[in-house]
């Protein structure tokens, strides 16, 4: 069961590569000398006398206190700590996740990382742990304002993750699982041996037994057919494997049918799946395997079906509700199109529709509707139709009445908190002392001012009214770290509206800026593909977005800042396109008033 479950946590907790450095000759653990020191990869094991275990490498340790009052000390990398009976001192060390297991207990576990204490095998006292792993009694698990996963095994469990993304996983038994609203806390099924049926709106989850939700954004399904649904918040919903059927409900929801990977022993084979994202604008993204899948963006003006992750290119066409390429799909309800990194055909509607190609040689046509087509990198053809098109880029195109970026103006800024990459610079630095231990570390971090691939999703709004109008627009749906070894990246966003100068036909002066939002990119994020949570500057509560502007007549231009901490990079750029919301949607560059 141990194996099992960290194979799960390390699939929710997306876990950075270590970079340390040698420990200095007089290491001590909680004040004591080590009596035993753990290796990197191995299992560790004490004796049932008070031990003092200390982990002085990077990597994965795997350490078992067994009886004794022992003192046990995590390294740099990513720990595994149990204690066993007495009363412990546990320090997860600098890496993450570090995780607090209690598997052996013989009676239920009280964990509280806030306060730093764990009872029930003893009196513990937890530093720098990240989750928690109970017993297989009702345990009472609590978090901290970290991301944390807690899992409660067996029994009626109580997991309260507190402040920040978290990720709750009950196990058997009528558990109760408590987020914080609008922080995009998980309730995940993966260890259920069948199909689940949880609902965020009525607070209920059967299948793995009568669990109760609270306050729980995110769903992750089972291996086996699951049904999720959401309520009128943003929702995450994940099926996995399985024949899923997945409902956002209300709000601006996320749907995947499966992992976006494909077949894969811990999340079961790819299923056919229904995605239904209700009212408001909802991403449904594609499975990855070759299975027909039936997607329904519902009565929202601005559905998108996303081809991000497929191994293939895809041929989507509006029209006739099909996608073929990444399985035989159908579509209804759905407005905009995301395809994929190879070459794609994507074909639109008589709605107004938004069609991106990505990377690859796309070819896109966007119907008899008033559409916005961006073919993206690669060499593209872009056809507009008989509609009032926008095309972007500098793909050959037909039919396209608007084209071309406004003019930028005004300074980007910088975020309050960072300012250059401290992470590039920390580790460039200390190459030079143990190129052996970090030099693959650094060659996965990005160069200084990288950037990465970032995408809005039905934003910027323009609506006009009497004597103006109002406009309004939220941070990114993606963004994608600069770095490729899954360690913490943090970004910052926001956007300033600028008004355009009618006598030069150029941007004028700023009109307003957002306040600053800034999100987790990579070591703590769950959802697949790309999204992130954004929460506001001081990264403790939610960003609430979208942010609207009333203003008079006039032209009004979006320009978007996204700031990498980890690179130091910046993309200030104007957000493409603007959605014209009136009786009928279309797309353009600017919002223009009357």
């Given amino acids: 069961m141990s194996r099992r479950v960290l194979a799960a946590l390390v699939l929710c907790l997306a876990s950075g590569t270590a970079s340390g450095s040698a420990a200095p000759s007089a290491v001590t653990c909680f004040g004591s000398s080590p009596t035993i020191v753990a290796k990197p990869g191995e299992t560790t094991n004490g004796t049932d006398g008070a031990d003092v275990i200390v982990a002085l490498e990077g990597g994965q340790h795997y350490i078992y206190g067994n009886g004794g009052d022992d003192k046990i000390c995590g390294g740099p990398g990513m720990d595994s700590i149990d204690g066993g009976p007495g009363d412990d001192q546990i320090d997860g060390g600098a890496g993450t996740p570090d995780t607090a297991f209690y598997l052996s207990a013989t009676g239920p576990i009280h964990a509280d990382l806030t306060t730093g204490t764990a009872t029930g095998e003893g009196t513990d006292t937890l530093v720098s742990i990240d989750s928690v792993v109970g017993s297989n009694f009702g345990d009472t698990l609590t978090g901290d304002a970290n991301v944390n996963a807690l899992l409660g095994l067996d029994g009626n469990d109580t997991l309260d993750g507190g402040p920040n993304w978290d990720v709750l996983m009950g196990g058997s038994g009528d558990d109760t699982l408590i987020g914080n609203p609008g922080d995009g806390d998980a309730a995940v099924f993966l260890l259920s041996d069948q199909g689940v049926t949880a609902d965020i709106q009525t607070g209920t989850a059967t299948g793995e037994g009568n669990d109760t939700l609270r306050g729980i954004d995110t769903l992750i399904g089972s291996k ?311 929460k506001d500057a001081t990264g403790r509560r939610p960003y609430r977005s979208p942010v609207g502007y009333h203003v008079g007549r006039g032209r009004y231009y979006w320009i978007g800042l996204i700031y990498w901490v980890r690179s130091g990079g910046k993309v200030f750029a104007p957000v493409e396109p603007h959605i014209i919301r009136a009786r009928t949607v279309r797309h353009d560059k600017s919002c223009a008033f009357s």
Wanted: glycine share 20%; aromatic share 4%.
């Fill in 224 to 534: 086996k057919d699951d049904t999720l649904r959401g309520d009128d918040r943003t929702n995450f919903l994940l099926g996995l494997g399985g024949n899923d059927q997945l409902e956002g409900r209300g709000g601006d929801d996320v749907l995947f049918g499966e992992d976006t990977t494909g077949a894969n022993p811990t999340f079961g084979s790819p299923g056919s799946d229904v995605l239904d994202g209700g009212s408001g604008n909802d991403t449904l993204f594609g499975g990855a395997g070759l299975i027909a899948d039936t997607f329904i963006g519902g009565p929202g003006p601005d559905d998108t079906v996303s081809f991000a992750d497929a191994p293939t290119g895809v041929n989507v066409d509006l029209a006739t509700g099909r996608s073929s390429g990444e399985g035989l799909d159908r579509l209804s309800g759905i407005e905009d199109i995301t395809g994929s990194a190879w070459a794609d055909r994507l074909v639109g509607d008589a709605k107004a529709n938004s069609v991106s190609g990505g990377d690859g040689n796309d070819t896109l046509s966007g119907g008899s509707g008033d559409d916005f087509l961006g073919g993206g990198n690669g060499t593209d053809t872009a056809r507009g139709g008989p509609g009032r098109d926008y095309c972007l880029g500098d793909e050959s195109s037909s039919g396209c009445e608007i084209g071309g970026l406004p003019p930028l103006v005004g300074s980007p800024g910088t975020p309050p908190g960072p300012t250059v990459s401290t992470v590039v610079a920390a580790l460039r630095a200390m190459t030079g002392h143990h190129p052996e231990t970090l030099g693959p570390a650094v060659g996965a971090i990005a160069t200084v001012r990288d950037t990465a691939p970032y995408e809005y999703s039905a934003e910027p709004v323009c609506i006009s009214a009497q004597r103006g109008g109002s406009t309004q627009i939220a941070p990114p749906r993606v963004v994608d770290p600069v770095g490729s070894d899954g360690a913490p990246e943090e970004a910052w966003w926001r956007g300033t509206l600028v008004r355009g100068n009618p006598k030069a036909g150029a941007v004028g002066r700023v009109q307003a800026r957002t306040d600053w939002a800034r999100a987790q990119l990579a070591g703590a994020s769950l959802i697949p593909g790309g999204v992130v949570i954004w």
